[in-house]
């Protein structure tokens, strides 16, 4: 109560005040305590100057500022490191919005000082993009594409040469399937004569499934595996398997390199150069030879035939994709050959007209005589045929496979780089067999159907 002559109250009254205050508060609801201890002193108490309406919204304005910067520092501060997270953050900014509510509420609205040095301290944190690829529709799944792997994603097993030529295959620096077989079975040498035959184990046992398995997976992995190196491989494991387990590591590997350098010199070495002295013979005076992009074989052939003193000319029709036959016709040039360059097909139904026979080179050959080469080789092969011009195709029989194929999508790779969501490339197509003329091999001159008669004579050497 107030003291006569308007003296103070003693402080013991005042304390009697306060405790019957807040005994009046403890019979309401906690809600309701709480809102009549933050509600603001009647206008005039304790001599604090009364608000305009102007400035009580202006102070409303600043205290839900101050809210919101709190609680957005409070979602930084919470926010999982990845994507999965999202829903824990999101509900950990909302909890800690209620009590950045419930502390404000408390302080009579107002954020502490912290609060507020910590949000205008808080930064954003980056979100790093992730790198989409493109996706490849459903119906062409089953389509395989080069590709990088580092080299630190590599079983441990994998030798260093094998990791170069695997990197070599993915960006297309060993391009055609011969070449590629070539340097393989070079690589795998290698892994021969730096291997050791572990203790209680034989080289036929444990090579095969411990050594040189990861290391054609590896390859795999960089790049699908072309025809003539599936055949190659099946042949290399059966010598494996025919080593006998009392022949000594020393011998076994010596026999083994002895076979492999065998298998290059008759298969790859010696077919080529029957391939090429048999089309070059195939060139007449006074020809006009059509060939298309670019392969090994067919210059080989044109230079052979210019050096046995025949004289023809040359129209080279190059892939507008890759532009691989320009560095072709120059060799060509420069060995005295007459050569017409068209950049593409455009002009294909003129050249056609022009040329007498059409050279093309095979990357495998299926059981059922179709052709698998460069892509664009099949356009040209059905044009030629339709206006009655031969076409030649030369591969060796390392390159046959007993697979069927009719169409282009059967079995195919797809260009690394040129590839979008919206559009991709292939690297092959396949040419039916009535579009064939002659298949030239080092067995010698056959039709395309003759495929199968000539798979089943190898497996019979």
Same mark, same amino acid.
């Given at each position: 109560?107030?003291?006569?002559?308007?003296?103070?109250?003693p402080?013991?009254?005042?304390?009697?005040g306060?405790?019957?205050?807040?005994?009046?508060?403890?019979?309401?609801?906690?809600?309701t305590?709480?809102?009549?201890?933050?509600?603001p002193?009647?206008?005039?108490?304790?001599?604090?100057?009364?608000?305009?309406?102007?400035?009580?919204?202006?102070?409303?304005?600043?205290?839900?500022?101050?809210? $919101? *910067?709190?609680?957005?520092?409070?979602?930084?501060?919470?926010?999982?490191?990845?994507?999965?997270?999202?829903?824990?953050?999101?509900?950990?900014?909302k909890?800690?919005?209620?009590?950045?509510?419930?502390s404000? +509420?408390?302080?009579g609205?107002?954020?502490?000082?912290?609060?507020?040095?910590?949000?205008?301290?808080?930064?954003?944190?980056?979100?790093?993009?992730?790198?989409?690829?493109?996706?490849?529709?459903?119906?062409?799944?089953?389509?395989?594409?080069?590709?990088?792997? *580092?080299?630190?994603?590599?079983d441990?097993?994998?030798s260093?040469?094998?990791?170069?030529?695997?990197?070599?295959?993915?960006?297309?620096?060993?391009?055609?399937?011969?070449?590629?077989?070539?340097?393989?079975?070079?690589?795998?040498?290698?892994?021969?004569?730096?291997?050791?035959?572990?203790?209680?184990?034989?080289?036929?046992?444990?090579?095969?499934?411990?050594?040189?398995?990861?290391?054609i997976? #590896?390859l795999?992995?960089?790049?699908?595996?072309?025809?003539?190196?599936?055949?190659?491989?099946?042949?290399?494991?059966?010598?494996?398997?025919?080593?006998?387990?009392?022949?000594?590591?020393?011998?076994?590997?010596?026999?083994?390199?002895? *076979?492999?350098?065998?298998?290059?010199?008759? $298969?790859?070495?010696?077919?080529?150069?029957?391939?090429?002295?048999?089309?070059?013979?195939?060139?007449?005076?006074?020809?006009?030879?059509?060939? #298309?992009?670019?392969?090994?074989?067919?210059e080989?052939?044109?230079?052979?035939?210019?050096?046995?003193?025949k004289?023809?000319?040359?129209?080279?029709?190059?892939?507008?994709?890759?532009?691989?036959?320009?560095?072709?016709?120059?060799?060509?040039?420069?060995?005295?050959?007459?050569?017409? %360059? *068209?950049?593409?097909?455009?002009?294909?139904?003129?050249?056609?007209?022009?040329? @007498?026979?059409?050279?093309?080179?095979?990357?495998?050959?299926?059981?059922?005589?179709?052709?698998?080469?460069?892509?664009?080789?099949?356009?040209?092969?059905?044009?030629?045929?339709?206006?009655?011009?031969?076409v030649?195709?030369?591969?060796? @029989?390392?390159?046959?496979?007993?697979?069927?194929?009719?169409?282009?999508? @059967? %079995?195919?790779?797809?260009?690394?780089?040129?590839?979008?969501?919206?559009?991709?490339?292939?690297?092959?197509?396949?040419?039916?067999?009535?579009?064939? +003329?002659?298949?030239?091999?080092?067995?010698?001159?056959?039709?395309?159907?003759?495929?199968?008669?000539?798979?089943?004579?190898?497996?019979?050497?």
């Amino acid at each position: 109560m107030a003291a006569e002559g308007g003296q103070p109250a003693p402080a013991g009254d005042a304390a009697v005040g306060k405790d019957c205050k807040d005994a009046k508060l403890q019979g309401q609801p906690r809600s309701t305590q709480q809102k009549d201890r933050a509600a603001p002193a009647p206008p005039g108490a304790h001599g604090e100057k009364k608000l305009s309406n102007a400035e009580l919204k202006k102070k409303a304005k600043e205290e839900k500022a101050a809210r $919101r *910067a709190q609680a957005k520092a409070a979602h930084v501060a919470a926010a999982p490191a990845g994507p999965s997270g999202a829903q824990d953050a999101a509900g950990d900014a909302k909890s800690g919005k209620d009590r950045a509510n419930t502390s404000n +509420s408390k302080q009579g609205g107002l954020p502490s000082p912290t609060s507020q040095r910590s949000a205008s301290r808080s930064v954003q944190p980056r979100v790093a993009k992730e790198l989409v690829k493109p996706r490849i529709p459903e119906c062409f799944s089953h389509l395989s594409m080069a590709r990088r792997i *580092a080299m630190t994603r590599a079983d441990k097993d994998v030798s260093p040469v094998v990791l170069a030529l695997g990197q070599q295959m993915s960006t297309f620096a060993i391009g055609d399937s011969t070449t590629r077989l070539e340097a393989t079975l070079l690589a795998f040498k290698k892994v021969i004569d730096a291997y050791t035959t572990p203790h209680s184990s034989t080289f036929s046992r444990h090579f095969t499934s411990h050594v040189l398995n990861p290391q054609i997976e #590896y390859l795999t992995a960089c790049r699908p595996m072309c025809f003539s190196m599936g055949n190659a491989i099946r042949w290399l494991k059966l010598q494996i398997s025919k080593i006998d387990i009392d022949l000594p590591d020393a011998d076994a590997k010596r026999g083994l390199c002895q *076979a492999i350098d065998n298998f290059i010199h008759e $298969r790859i070495v010696l077919a080529d150069f029957v391939i090429v002295k048999t089309a070059a013979d195939m060139v007449e005076d006074g020809q006009v030879i059509l060939t #298309y992009a670019h392969h090994r074989l067919v210059e080989r052939s044109l230079l052979q035939a210019k050096s046995d003193g025949k004289q023809f000319k040359v129209i080279l029709v190059d892939d507008p994709f890759d532009r691989v036959g320009l560095e072709h016709a120059k060799k060509l040039a420069a060995a005295g050959i007459p050569v017409t %360059y *068209a950049s593409d097909m455009g002009a294909l139904w003129s050249n056609l007209q022009e040329a @007498t026979i059409f050279f093309a080179a095979a990357e495998a050959m299926f059981s059922n005589g179709s052709m698998y080469a460069h892509a664009g080789t099949c356009d040209i092969a059905t044009a030629a045929t339709d206006l009655g011009l031969r076409v030649v195709a030369l591969c060796e @029989t390392i390159n046959f496979t007993e697979r069927v194929s009719i169409d282009s999508l @059967t %079995y195919n790779e797809i260009d690394p780089e040129r590839n979008t969501d919206k559009e991709f490339r292939l690297l092959f197509d396949t040419t039916r067999d009535k579009f064939i +003329s002659v298949v030239v091999t080092e067995l010698g001159n056959s039709s395309a159907m003759s495929v199968p008669a000539i798979l089943r004579k190898l497996e019979e050497l």
